[in-house]
């Protein structure tokens, strides 16, 4: 029955509309988010978990920033091991080769090893990164040095940063304290052929250098002292390696660590998208939907606003 006081139809239509408009309105939200959960009130339960997920995320990814950044100390130290432990074989050489070196021959010797020195002392103090140096101990420098090791959750459930911390006595190459260094220390041959000797300048005391020629009287050091340069550089290269192993150790711990932190946020994340994520092919197939059901709308509306006005001409007519 059609009534000229109350359009059911129009009604109708109207209601089809508004229908279609706000699950239009919701599609492109959606779209434009890419979310299906954006606020509490779509799901409560599952906006509170990925909140609380988030949080979690955001503090693997402080941790990942804190071992890339060791890493990237320990790496640059690391960095040195193969132009330190060249030199260091090519003075072990150069005194095995001259245990019967002539006069002249051991002067260019020495020369060649005083040049080598002053090539790993450059090497050490350059293997820094953002100011942190491990092979090289500046007076006054801590012993230890703290790191961001990885992830620990408290007892509460709340994450946190674990630190790691390296030994750098077994680590430091070049001490200007003059109480350590794996290379500036003073050595001791086995043979007690000398009083011990040391590889730099400036650094250890009451020693002779490593050389063929004796640093304070010019003297030219006799067979027995050439063994035990020998011996001495051998202790020397040993220590270094060991210190080199310590780094490398230490160094795979915090790789470990920073893959299983960018594993397990990288996880945690798609987690979260599972649940807060929108479906973006389904979206835009329904919101395609929601259009042609807008515009059917829009059309029965504009037949149903005419229909009064028809049968009012019938009447009339």
Do not use: C
């Amino acid at each position: 029955m059609i009534s000229i006081h109350y359009n059911s139809q129009a009604r109708s239509a109207e209601k089809l509309l508004r229908g279609a408009e706000k699950a239009s309105a919701l599609g492109q939200e959606r779209l434009a988010s890419g979310l299906r959960i954006g606020a509490a009130k779509d799901n409560a339960a599952y906006w509170s978990l990925s909140r609380a997920m988030s949080g979690d995320v955001a503090t693997l990814n402080v941790v990942r920033d804190g071992l890339s950044q060791s890493l990237a100390v320990v790496d640059t130290a690391m960095a040195a091991a193969a132009p330190v432990l060249k030199g260091l074989d090519r003075i072990k050489e150069i005194f095995t080769i001259g245990r019967q070196a002539t006069p002249a021959e051991a002067l260019v010797y020495d020369r060649e090893i005083r040049s080598i020195a002053d090539m790993l002392e450059s090497t050490v103090k350059s293997a820094s990164f953002g100011g942190v140096n491990l092979l090289y101990r500046v007076t006054g420098m801590a012993t230890t040095r703290s790191f961001v090791g990885g992830l620990q959750r408290s007892g509460n459930g709340s994450l946190g940063i674990n630190r790691m911390t390296l030994n750098l006595s077994q680590t430091v190459l070049i001490d200007e304290d003059k109480t350590g260094g794996l290379m500036s220390m003073t050595y001791f041959d086995r043979y007690n052929y000398t009083g011990g000797a040391r590889l730099f300048a400036g650094y250890g005391t009451g020693a002779l250098f490593l050389a063929f020629y004796n640093s304070q009287t010019g003297a030219l050091f006799n067979t027995n002292w050439r063994i035990a340069n020998s011996d001495m550089i051998e202790q020397i290269g040993t220590a270094v390696r060991d210190g080199f192993a310590t780094l490398g150790a230490f160094q795979k711990r915090l790789e470990t660590q920073r893959d299983y932190v960018e594993q397990l946020a990288a996880l945690q994340g798609r987690g979260i998208g599972r649940l807060v994520n929108a479906d973006l092919t389904q979206e835009s197939a329904r919101l395609r939907a929601e259009e042609t059901r807008r515009q059917l709308a829009v059309q029965s509306l504009s037949i149903a606003n005419g229909m009064p006005g028809l049968s009012l001409q019938r009447l009339l007519g």
